[in-house]
C-alpha cells in the first residue's frame, strides 16, 4: 500500500517525515514522525507541545489514499512515503 507524508517533524528539527498514520483501534488518522516517534492528531496541532504524544504507543497502520480521501485529508498527503 502506497502510504504519504505531510511535511517534516518540526520537533526533531526536519529529520523525520509526519506519516499519515490510522489507528487500529478506531480508524482515526493522526501524523506519526518516522525518526523520534512524535505524532499528533490534527495538522493545527502539529509543533504543540501540549498536544505532541508518542505515536509508538498506538497500534497504527499507514494509511492509504482511500482512507486520507475518506477523512478529508486529501490536502496534507502532499509527498509518497518510501521507506
Not at 499519515?20 to 518516522?34: E, P, Q, T, V, W
Request: hydrophobic share 35%; aromatic share 12%.
Amino acid at each position: 500500500m502506497e502510504a504519504y507524508w505531510y511535511k517534516v517533524c518540526p520537533r526533531c528539527d526536519g529529520q523525520g517525515r509526519l506519516v499519515i498514520c490510522k489507528r487500529s483501534d478506531n480508524g482515526a488518522l493522526f501524523f506519526h514522525c518516522d525518526e523520534c516517534e512524535a505524532a499528533w492528531n490534527t495538522a493545527p496541532e502539529i509543533g504543540d507541545p501540549g498536544k505532541v504524544f508518542m505515536g509508538l504507543d498506538i497500534p497504527a497502520t499507514r494509511a492509504g489514499m482511500d482512507d486520507i480521501a475518506r477523512h478529508g485529508w486529501t490536502q496534507y498527503a502532499k509527498k509518497p512515503y518510501h521507506k
